[in-house]
């Protein structure tokens, strides 16, 4: 069973739409005593960084999600909620996030090395490139186009964690990350055709699996 952790901000219709349809088994829940009852757990995400740190402090759901992380359970976080796994977002000031993963959230310049500009917010389909094609969340998987839509992108110095990339504004786009069987992806998999949900179906089976490790 996957629970959906509900904070006030997420994209949790079509997130729940996409399991429907994969056949997998979902609750949404804001309480963490409910949510505590699931075998894995999606965090969804449309908006700020603060808004969402000040959200799951407010609903008791930050240390929450620290403790299910260190007990090693199954987590996906999806756009915003990916952003929010790592240590913290330049977005509206310095918030500091749920620190799972090393790496700090800052908005894409609009201006590449050569002068050309770009847009911003970046919004469309764009391809993967794997890092880790061996990966269970790969598995199935081809290097195909996903939807973006996000202003700000994931750096980091801890190249383990990166499962997948794209590029966008000639930076290479952490798309899909993760240590563990703490997971996430920038862009929307329940918006990215058979490419997303194959991996939607993919952490399905991760959380089905169990006991096993995820590495």
């Known amino acids: 069973m ?32 409910e949510l505590g009852r699931a075998d894995g757990l999606i965090l969804p995400g449309v908006g700020a960084f603060r808004d969402a740190m000040t959200l799951l402090k407010e609903k008791n759901q ?9 007990d090693g359970k199954p987590l996906l976080g999806i756009c915003l909620g990916m952003q929010l796994l790592f240590e913290g977002s ?11 993963l090393n790496g700090y959230a800052r ?3 609009g201006k590449e090395e050569s002068g050309e500009t770009y847009k911003v917010p970046h919004m469309g389909w764009n391809k993967l490139r794997f890092h880790q094609p061996q990966h269970d969340v790969l598995r199935e998987v081809e290097e195909g186009h996903v939807y973006f839509v996000h202003s700000y ?27 563990g069987r703490i997971l996430g992806t920038q862009f929307h998999p329940e918006k990215s055709s058979h490419i997303g949900v194959k991996m939607l179906e993919n952490f399905g089976k991760l959380v089905a699996e169990g006991s096993r490790t995820y590495e």
């Open 107 to 109: 908005r894409f310049t």
């Open 2 to 33: 996957i629970g959906i952790i509900d904070y006030g901000m997420g994209n949790l219709h079509s997130v729940s739409k996409a399991l429907e349809r994969l056949g997998l088994d979902y609750f949404l829940s804001e309480d963490p005593e």
């Open 90 to 100: 330049e977005e509206h000031g310095d918030t500091k996030g749920l620190a799972l």
């Open 62 to 70: 930050e240390d929450f999600i620290r403790q299910w992380a260190a």
């Open 153 to 179: 992108l994931i750096q980091t110095e801890d190249d383990d964690v990166l499962i997948a990339v794209s590029e966008y504004g000639g930076e290479e786009v952490p798309a899909v990350v993760g240590r």
